[in-house]
């Protein structure tokens, strides 16, 4: 085992503990496996952008990286036809088992974003990607942290999401996506204008830093991403229409 991997293994264990015994995973009818990502503030920011968003019945929705399924279900309540995908084997379970409890219809895939599901299109996109900054590099193809660490600069998932949406996106179509300011806020919306798409912050929320950050502050302070006095993090999220 390299330097690196050691590392990133106890980055892994110090903090999956935390991360997955949310209090949000424990509201009634959401349930996480060990390893899954539990509903966090940024899971409940987009929960709230989803509620604003007008969904059809009979509406096409897909939720990339669904983790627990939550914001999946939340959509298939209002009526839609959802498809989510995640490359976790456990999160793909765990997202049909809440699906299932909720007595709500989602199909779930495994596999890489939309790649399950080539060719199709969409009226809703949402996504509550991988996005924090990381000191390991390239992100982990297995593991716990794969949830969660994005690359140097947090963008290795969130850039790919935006390179997809105009083509998952029909007319009128809408992405929503969260990531931390820390990710870069204003080269997504650049990103994403770009690729044709009307693209704005549609809500925001300062939270406590969560597990995964506190182990990092040392770092992202010295890339200056952050400074000494900060111990907030703010989150946004990202709403971008296909005219």
Known sequence: MTHDSRARR????????AVNTSAASRRRGVRTLPGVYAPQHDTHLLLRALARETVRPGSEVIDLG???????????????????????RRAVLTARLNARLARQRVTVHRGDLADPVPGRTYDLVLSNPPYVPSPLGPPPRRGNARAWDAGHDGRAVVDRICEAAPYLLRRGGVLLMVHSELTGTEETLRHLSRGGLKAE?????????????????????????LDEHTDEEKLVVIRAEQP
Request: hydrophobic fraction near 45%; aromatic fraction near 4%; avoid cysteine.
């Open 66 to 88: 669904t983790g627990s399924g939550l914001l999946a279900v939340a959509a298939a309540r209002r009526g839609a036809h959802v498809t989510a995908v995640d490359v976790g």
């Open 201 to 225: 912050v549609s809500d925001t929320a300062s939270v406590p830093f969560g597990p995964v950050l506190r182990s990092r502050l040392p770092w992202l302070r010295g890339r200056g991403l």
């Open 10 to 17: 106890v980055q892994e264990v110090s903090v999956t503990a």
